[in-house]
């Protein structure tokens, strides 16, 4: 990187193609989810887009949980992924299981990440994590030191 791209960023000739698998070489690290409070949940009844941080997600109707961690603070999770990773409680209130184990990486450039549900920018230092399934979605590091543990 010179100090044209360091104030300006890549230009648009250098742009990477969207992350669809984790680069080779990568320091993998595990975690699980930490105990946490309860978050509400439901299927998509039709196929709607949902903003988070990292971008615009498409959720399926059917297909795909909306899962709000707060007001304006949602993501999208294919349902079968989920099932596997939410355990309900009633209500519409579900918790992530703390016996499952992730992994992430980190980059120390930009990239986008393809996740199954739309492409999300990840920034330098954000966790790159995999899910149950393979699948890829960025988080930042504050609040994956907020959600995750070492496992």
């Keep these: 990187m010179n100090m044209m791209h360091a104030l300006f960023g890549e230009p648009a000739s250098a742009k990477r193609a969207p992350l669809t698998r ?6 993998w690290r595990k975690v ?16 709607c887009h949902v903003h988070t941080e990292h971008g615009v997600l498409l959720a399926r109707g059917g297909k795909d949980y909306v899962l709000a961690h707060g007001p304006g ?5 294919r349902r079968d ?4 990773t939410y355990e309900p409680l009633g209500g519409g209130l579900f918790r992530k299981r703390t016996d499952v184990i992730l992994r992430y990486f980190t980059l120390k450039h930009r990239v986008v990440v393809q996740t199954l549900e739309g492409a999300q920018a990840a920034r330098p230092g954000d966790w790159i994590m995999q899910g149950v399934k393979g699948e890829l979605w ?5 609040k994956a030191r907020e959600k995750y543990e070492p496992a």
């Design 138 to 142: 960025p988080v930042s590091p504050d």
């Design 32 to 47: 699980r989810a930490k105990e946490a409070p309860a978050k509400r949940a439901w299927l998509a009844d039709a196929d």
């Design 81 to 84: 992924i989920f099932e596997a």
């Design 22 to 27: 984790p680069p080779e070489g990568v320091r």
């Design 73 to 77: 603070d949602h993501n999208v999770v």
